[in-house]
């Protein structure tokens, strides 16, 4: 291709770029194209990282449509060319991994991310992201949405345990890891695994690419789908709004002045006006603080979300009677401890390093899971207890145990479930919510902080 061609490529797609970010909902005019295409006079165009920075730089305003630009940029600007969208071919025990759910990765694929993020390079992760999405994304399935196919490849890989093994295993050989590179390649590799999803789907793009405008408030951000910057964002937002809504718990409690009418009062006090109930009395009812069992599961993609319903409903144990937290994985522990002595938001490298979530397996069971904290912990239930379960009821196909939920439903107050993902997603391939869903009071999609805190009010 010539230079005049070139360029001509490069700005048919710094065109088509703004065209998607108007059509986001980002405000592109002539004056900030113009800037781009001055911009890109000065670097170095086959740098993909200089592109980036420059086309950010004169077409985005805002820190908050940052995400939406990095989507649509990597679309526009894919990170390798990819022919089409099928999955890297597999064979044996690994390719029931890429035919079935986002499940458990195939031990080689598994022990060498594990190695990557010890000591890895870019390039390995590259490497292992690209093979990751061909084996786990499901495009064998048909192209879906960007974020389907990213949570069955986070999910996958185990993204939220990659932390914590890799310290322990640096204790077990005596080395000094540092968190902060271990969390930066982890980081990384995230990155790479959208970025990989995105080259693909833009390989099958047949049309305008529908990218949800990102929200520029925290308490509306996607969690299950959250960047790095916007989680911590939504960490420094848990305990101010903890405090908001323990201040209207509190208001409501407080507000409770009356109930049935008290008869033998107000007769007595009706002596005065011969017999007549001028001034009629009224049983105050008791306000009633319940008693809240917390059981979250720390696995994969959910395990940031377990953290944020950990620590609010830990910040709101001055208007509840107790509160005792849980976490498991496909073994489960109380780690109370471990989150009244959180002052800021429980991490799940806190609670793995903590508790005895991880049994044999590494992978949720939820049935083993009820079966333990039945035995374990079912005498501490009365009629006074809520029991609030949070998690995707995704058992990796082992059984369910829906009983054991209905023989602790029948012992409580009320069971309540929150499930991050969205409704689509619930029982699709090992997701067995319907079969828990019948012994719960409610059923909460929670996909962000503020569904959170609607449905802790709700419950509480």
Same mark, same amino acid.
């Given at each position: 291709?010539?230079?005049?061609?070139?360029?001509?490529?490069?700005?048919?797609?710094?065109?088509?770029?703004?065209?998607?970010?108007?059509?986001?909902?980002?405000?592109?005019?002539l004056?900030?194209?113009?800037?781009?295409?001055?911009?890109?006079?000065?670097?170095?165009?086959?740098?993909?990282?200089?592109?980036?920075?420059?086309?950010?730089?004169?077409?985005?305003?805002?820190?908050?449509? $940052?995400? *939406?630009?990095?989507?649509?940029?990597? &679309?526009?600007?894919? #990170?390798?060319?990819?022919?089409? =969208?099928?999955? /890297? %071919?597999?064979?044996?025990?690994?390719?029931?991994?890429?035919?079935?759910?986002?499940?458990?990765?195939?031990p080689?694929?598994?022990?060498?991310?594990?190695?990557?993020?010890?000591?890895?390079?870019?390039?390995?992760?590259?490497?292992l992201?690209?093979?990751?999405?061909?084996?786990?994304?499901?495009?064998?399935?048909?192209?879906?949405?960007?974020r389907?196919?990213?949570?069955?490849?986070?999910?996958?890989?185990?993204?939220?345990?990659?932390?914590?093994?890799?310290l322990?295993?640096?204790?077990?050989?005596?080395?000094?890891l540092?968190?902060?590179?271990?969390?930066?390649?982890?980081?990384? $590799?995230r *990155?790479?695994?959208t970025?990989?999803? &995105?080259?693909?789907? #833009?390989?099958?793009?047949?049309? =305008?690419?529908? /990218? %949800?405008?990102?929200?520029?408030?925290?308490?509306?951000?996607?969690?299950?789908?959250?960047?790095?910057i916007?989680?911590?964002?939504?960490?420094?937002?848990?305990?101010?709004?903890?405090?908001r809504?323990?201040?209207?718990?509190?208001?409501?409690?407080?507000?409770?002045?009356?109930?049935?009418?008290?008869?033998?009062?107000?007769?007595?006090?009706?002596?005065?006006?011969?017999?007549?109930?001028?001034?009629?009395?009224?049983?105050?009812?008791?306000?009633?603080?319940?008693?809240?069992?917390?059981?979250?599961?720390?696995?994969?993609?959910?395990?940031?979300?377990?953290?944020?319903?950990?620590t $609010?409903?830990?910040?709101?144990?001055?208007e509840?009677?107790?509160?005792?937290?849980?976490?498991?994985?496909d073994?489960?522990?109380?780690?109370?401890?471990?989150?009244?002595a959180?002052?800021?938001?429980?991490?799940?490298?806190?609670?793995?390093?903590?508790g005895?979530?991880?049994?044999p397996?590494?992978?949720?069971?939820?049935?083993?899971?009820?079966?333990?904290?039945?035995?374990?912990?079912?005498?501490?239930?009365?009629?006074?207890?809520?029991?609030?379960?949070?998690?995707?009821?995704?058992?990796?196909?082992?059984?369910?145990?829906?009983?054991?939920?209905?023989?602790?439903?029948?012992?409580?107050?009320?069971?309540?479930?929150?499930?991050?993902?969205?409704?689509?997603?619930?029982?699709?391939?090992?997701?067995?919510?319907?079969?828990?869903?019948?012994?719960?009071?409610?059923?909460?999609e929670?996909?962000t902080?503020?569904?959170?805190?609607?449905?802790?009010?709700?419950?509480?």
């Open positions: 291709m010539t230079a005049a061609g070139a360029a001509d490529a490069l700005w048919a797609r710094v065109h088509d770029l703004a065209s998607r970010l108007r059509g986001a909902g980002t405000d592109v005019s004056s900030e194209l113009l800037d781009a295409a001055e911009g890109v006079r000065h670097i170095d165009l086959a740098d993909r990282a200089q592109l980036r920075t420059a086309l950010r730089a004169t077409l985005v305003k805002h820190a908050h449509e $940052l995400d *939406r630009f990095d989507a649509l940029f990597d &679309r526009c600007f894919p #990170a390798r060319p990819v022919a089409t =969208p099928e999955p /890297v %071919p597999a064979a044996g025990a690994e390719a029931e991994a890429a035919s079935g759910s986002a499940g458990s990765p195939s080689a694929l598994g022990e060498r991310v594990r190695a990557a993020v010890d000591t890895g390079t870019e390039e390995d992760l590259r490497i992201a690209e093979e990751a999405v061909g084996r786990h994304a499901g495009f064998e399935d048909g192209t879906r949405t960007e389907y196919h990213v949570y069955r490849v986070l999910r996958a890989v185990e993204l939220a345990h990659l932390l914590h093994d890799a322990r295993r640096a204790r077990e050989r005596g080395e000094d540092s968190r902060a590179d271990v969390a930066a390649r982890i980081e990384a $590799l *990155r790479l695994i970025e990989e999803v &995105r080259a693909r789907l #833009a390989a099958a793009d047949q049309g =305008p690419l529908a /990218v %949800p405008a990102t929200p520029a408030n925290p308490f509306d951000v996607e969690l299950a789908a959250a960047t790095a916007q989680l911590a964002e939504v960490r420094a937002a848990v305990r101010p709004l903890a405090r809504l323990a201040a209207r718990l509190r208001r409501r409690r407080q507000s409770i002045r009356s109930g049935a009418v008290d008869m033998k009062r107000t007769v007595r006090r009706s002596v005065a006006s011969g017999g007549v109930p001028l001034d009629v009395a009224y049983r105050r009812p008791h306000a009633h603080k319940p008693e809240v069992f917390t059981l979250c599961d720390v696995s994969g993609s959910v395990a940031d979300f377990a953290g944020f319903t950990l $609010l409903i830990s910040a709101l144990a001055d509840l009677a107790r509160t005792r937290s849980f976490a498991f994985v073994g489960v522990d109380e780690i109370t401890a471990v989150v009244d959180c002052t800021g938001v429980v991490e799940p490298w806190q609670i793995l390093q903590a005895r979530v991880i049994g397996d590494g992978h949720s069971d939820y049935g083993r899971v009820l079966r333990d904290f039945r035995d374990r912990y079912g005498r501490a239930l009365t009629d006074r207890s809520t029991v609030i379960v949070t998690g995707d009821a995704r058992t990796n196909y082992r059984p369910p145990a829906a009983d054991v939920l209905a023989e602790i439903a029948t012992r409580v107050r009320a069971v309540y479930w929150l499930n991050p993902e969205p409704r689509p997603q619930w029982d699709t391939t090992d997701s067995v919510l319907h079969a828990y869903a019948p012994h719960c009071r409610g059923v909460f929670v996909r902080l503020r569904h959170l805190a609607d449905a802790v009010e709700r419950i509480l």
